[in-house]
């Protein structure tokens, strides 16, 4: 007998990836470029994707929660996934961010709140249950380029206070210490992230299944880190914000330069997986931890080259963006295919 479409539903929903939020990532990342670039009509299209993913997954996620409790603990327990449960804290931020310049600050802030509290409260639990809390050893053998999610959602909170700073004035310095202490929060997470993930690679077997896409995410993580820094420089004058802005004013741009020197080491590992390797190149979830990466870095461009006054960065983003759109329409399509093969056609048992 066939399986009718609410088991494939059920079963799509029980199974769905922590880190599918990378879809409202991508998604609102573009449009906020585009946006910067005057390309309105583009622009809300990206919105509505994203918002439109936002609340689907949303829904998914909070249904996978009553209806799989043991599938969405298992997650929790799982380095290997755990920490794309931070996708949902940064893609809240992304669209919270898109959703400010839209003109609408009061959602960017009732989202900042929501994504703040779950980046304080994930912050400390997935740590523990994933890594920490584990009877086996060693755990850096477990790490993956997940890890780097955690650094993406504390920078998401950096951006998303610095975006409405200059509404809600009389919380400017609250949201300047927020700012600046999630960013330093960000950047010690990169190097620890980096570290266990190097050390991931030189001392266990690494085949090519197992880089994956959200490999990517490393390069993603520098990018946010740039735009986040640049934000944060443009911020009015506040006590966190004048003692700092020098020193994250050159940082911003050390890590834009990593960030650039990362994309054809991982175009390099991508040739690698699925031309010398054969490893088969089809949709999975988290081929958007590629797409988010990219938009990320043209719109870090664009920010970075405003304020830093460096015109060639710019120029850099504006291309960086339009690569990022061709990929991420390709995923897309990719996607709804995906899905519509394996949730709206039967399928014979």
Do not use: K
């Not at 449960?85 to 893609?91: H, K, R």
């Not at 909170?157 to 927020?178: D, K, N």
């Amino acid at each position: 007998m066939g399986e009718g479409i609410l088991d494939r539903f059920r079963r799509a929903a029980q199974g769905l990836t922590p880190g599918y939020f990378a879809l409202v990532m991508a998604s609102g990342i573009l449009s906020v470029g585009f946006e910067l670039q005057g390309y309105a009509v583009l622009s809300g299209v990206l919105l509505a994707i994203c918002a439109a993913a936002y609340l689907l997954l949303g829904g998914l996620t909070l249904y996978r929660l009553v209806a799989y409790p043991s599938a969405m603990g298992a997650d929790f327990h799982d380095p290997r996934r755990a920490f794309g449960f931070f996708t949902l804290i940064a893609g809240t931020n992304v669209l919270g961010t898109r959703l400010a310049a839209a003109g609408l600050p009061e959602l960017t802030a009732a989202l900042l709140v929501l994504s703040g509290a779950g980046w304080l409260v994930l912050g400390y639990v997935i740590p523990w249950t994933a890594v920490l809390g584990r009877q086996e050893r060693p755990v850096v053998a477990t790490a993956n380029g997940t890890w780097f999610i955690w650094v993406v959602a504390s920078q998401s909170v950096a951006i998303s206070a610095a975006s409405i700073e200059p509404v809600f004035t009389g919380a400017r310095q609250w949201l300047a210490l927020l700012a600046v202490t999630s960013w330093s929060i960000g950047v010690f997470l990169y190097a620890a992230a980096g570290i266990l993930v190097a050390l991931r690679l030189m001392l266990y077997d690494f085949g090519p299944e197992e880089l994956d896409p959200p490999y990517w995410v490393a390069m993603g993580a520098a990018a946010i880190t740039v735009l986040s820094a640049a934000r944060i420089v443009e911020m009015a004058d506040a006590p966190m914000v004048n003692v700092t802005r020098d020193l994250i004013a050159g940082l911003g741009v050390v890590f834009w330069a990593f960030a650039t020197w990362l994309i054809p080491v991982l175009v390099a590992a991508g040739v690698w997986r699925h031309w010398a390797r054969r490893v088969p190149l089809r949709y999975e979830a988290t081929l958007w931890s590629i797409i988010f990466p990219l938009g990320m870095y043209g719109v870090a461009g664009l920010y970075l080259g405003e304020a830093d006054q460096l015109p060639i960065v710019g120029r850099i983003g504006q291309t960086e963006l339009w690569i990022a759109l061709a990929a991420g329409v390709t995923v897309f399509v990719a996607m709804v295919r995906h899905q519509v093969r394996t949730v709206l056609l039967p399928r014979n048992a």
